[in-house]
C-alpha cells in the first residue's frame, strides 16, 4: 500500500488538535485531522466532560434553588427532578457545539478530516482503521492530541459487579437511590453534589486523608462541610477491598482506617482519575517515549523525543484543563506557523471546582509556598463578609491569598465563594502582570460584585 503524503497530520481532535488544524491549512500545509469517531469530534471537553457535566450542574442548582425558595421569600412546591428530561437537554447543547465544530473543521479540511482510528507502523507514518479498510498516512510532522480515559482501579469484583464512570453516569435516565462514588477529587465531587441536588443518597469513598488532596487542608475542609450540609457523606483514609452485586445493590467491603466495613448502594460510580489514550497508538513504532503513566514525555515546547513528534493536551501529562489544551495550540502557533519562541515554562495555570460554591485556585498553595521557602503573609475573609454575597444569599465559603512579603506579590489565591471561577481571573491577571496585591487591595472595583471581595481580603493583610 503505497502511503498518502500530508506535510502535518494531527491525530486526535481535542481543543489544541481541532484548533491546530484550520491555522496550518492557512499557512499553507497540506494537513490531516485524524478522529477515532464522529461523536468526539470537538474531544473530551465537549463530548463528555467540561460542557455536559456543567449543564448537569446548573439543572442540579436550579433544583437547589427551588428547594429552597422559602429563604427567598418566594413559595415554591418542592421540585421534582426527571433526569430524562436533565439527560436530553444535557445531549442538546452537547450535539449543538458538536455540530459546530465538525462544521468548523469540514470547512477547514474537507475530506482530510479523517473519521478512523490511528496507529503508528513507523516513526512518520500511521495506518488508520476507517469505516471501508485501512488508509496508510505519512507525514512530515505529527501532533498527537488523542487525551484520556476514565481510570479503573484493579478491586476484586469490581468488573463482575458493574460500575459507572465519568462518562456513563451522565447518560443514566433514571436517578440512583444511593450512589457511592469511588474517588474525592473534582469529578467525583461535582457528580456528588449534583446527584444529591437530584435527589439521590450519596456516599463519597476517598483514599487520602482528605479530599482535594491538592489543595491546603482548611480549604478541603470547609468544602467538604458544604458539602456534608448538602448531606453527602463521606468516608476517607479508605480503601475498596472487594465488590460484589446482589440483586439491585452494590455491596463494597471497605477498610477505614484500622477496621473494615461495609457498604450497600443502588449504583457505584468510579471517579478515580484520568488514564491516557496512547496504548492503542503503538508509539514504540515511531519512538516516542512515555512516562510510567503511559503519558507522552515532553519539553517546555511540547516536543517529544522524536523531532518533529508533538503531544498536546491531557496525552502530555501536564493540567487535564481545556484551557491548557489551548494554550497548548498557542504554543505550536506560535513557535511553527508566528516565528516566535513560546514555551510553558512558568505558566499559570487556573482551575475550578464546578460545586456550589465554586472552589477556583490560582498558583500555589500556602503549603507550597512554605515548601519553596517563600516568607509569606496569609489573607483570609469570610464569605459572608461580601455585600453581594449577602444580597444573593450566597454566604457560604471563604477566601484565601498567599503573598509574598518580601515582594509584595500575590503567590496563590484559592475562592470558595459565588462566581469564584469567573472572579479568579481577576487575581491571575495581576499575579501574570507582576503587580503587587496592593492592585487589588486599592482598586476600585464595582459595588456590589462578588470581585469586589478581593478589595476586602487583601486588606486583611
Known amino acids: 500500500m503505497n502511503p ?242 446482589a440483586g439491585n445493590e452494590t455491596i463494597l467491603q471497605i477498610q477505614v482506617a484500622d477496621r473494615e466495613m461495609s457498604l450497600q448502594g443502588t449504583h457505584l460510580l468510579v471517579a478515580v482519575g484520568r488514564t491516557p489514550n496512547t496504548d492503542s497508538l503503538n508509539l514504540a513504532a515511531a519512538g516516542v517515549a512515555t512516562d510510567t503513566r503511559g503519558f507522552i514525555r515532553v519539553n517546555d515546547r511540547l516536543e517529544t523525543n522524536i523531532p518533529g513528534i508533538w503531544a498536546l493536551g491531557d496525552i502530555n501529562g501536564g493540567p487535564q484543563y481545556t484551557h491548557v489544551s489551548l494554550d497548548d495550540y498557542r504554543i505550536i502557533k506560535a513557535n511553527l506557523i508566528d516565528g516566535g519562541n513560546r514555551s510553558t515554562s512558568a505558566r499559570l495555570v487556573p482551575s475550578c471546582l464546578f460545586i456550589d460554591p465554586e472552589l477556583a485556585h490560582v498558583g500555589l498553595t500556602e503549603f507550597e509556598a512554605q515548601q519553596q521557602g517563600y516568607t509569606i503573609r496569609v489573607a483570609k475573609l469570610d464569605a459572608s463578609a461580601i455585600p453581594r454575597a449577602k444580597t444573593l444569599g450566597q454566604t457560604d465559603g471563604v477566601l484565601k491569598a498567599i503573598v509574598d512579603t518580601e515582594t509584595d506579590r500575590i503567590l496563590g489565591c484559592s475562592l470558595l465563594c459565588h462566581e469564584a471561577g469567573e472572579v479568579i481571573s481577576t487575581v491571575q491577571i495581576v499575579m501574570q502582570a507582576q503587580m503587587p496585591y496592593t492592585v487589588l487591595l486599592n482598586g476600585v472595583l464595582t459595588h456590589p460584585t462578588m470581585t469586589e471581595g478581593l478589595n476586602m481580603l487583601f486588606s486583611k493583610l
Open 4 to 245: 498518502e503524503y500530508y506535510d502535518d497530520i494531527i491525530i486526535g481532535g481535542g481543543k489544541a488538535g481541532k484548533t491546530l488544524a484550520p491555522a496550518l491549512v492557512a499557512n499553507g500545509r497540506k494537513t490531516a485531522l485524524v478522529e477515532r469517531s464522529s461523536n468526539m469530534i470537538g474531544g473530551g471537553c465537549i463530548n463528555v466532560a467540561c460542557i455536559p457535566t456543567k449543564t448537569m450542574v446548573a439543572s442540579a442548582n436550579v433544583a437547589n434553588t427551588v428547594r429552597n425558595s422559602a429563604f427567598y421569600g418566594v413559595k415554591a412546591n418542592a421540585p421534582t427532578v426527571d433526569l430524562a428530561t436533565v439527560i436530553q437537554r444535557k445531549r442538546t447543547v452537547v450535539q449543538g457545539m458538536r455540530e459546530m465544530n465538525l462544521h468548523n473543521l469540514e470547512t477547514a479540511l474537507g475530506d482530510e478530516l479523517i473519521i478512523g482510528t490511528g496507529r503508528f507502523v513507523a516513526p512518520k507514518t500511521i495506518e488508520v482503521s476507517v469505516s471501508d479498510g485501512i488508509r496508510l498516512l505519512t507525514a512530515e510532522r505529527f501532533f498527537i492530541n488523542t487525551g484520556t480515559r476514565p481510570s479503573i482501579p484493579s478491586v476484586p469484583g469490581l468488573t463482575e459487579a458493574g460500575f459507572l464512570t465519568s462518562e456513563s453516569i451522565m447518560e443514566l435516565e433514571q436517578l440512583p437511590d444511593h450512589l457511592i462514588i469511588l474517588g474525592s477529587g473534582y469529578i467525583g465531587l461535582e457528580f456528588a453534589q449534583m446527584f444529591r441536588r437530584f435527589g439521590s443518597h450519596v456516599t463519597v469513598i476517598g483514599h487520602s486523608e482528605q479530599i482535594l488532596s491538592n489543595q491546603d487542608s482548611d480549604i478541603a475542609i470547609a468544602v467538604q462541610t458544604l458539602l456534608e450540609r448538602d448531606g453527602i457523606e463521606f468516608l476517607l483514609k479508605a480503601k475498596v477491598l472487594k465488590v460484589d452485586r
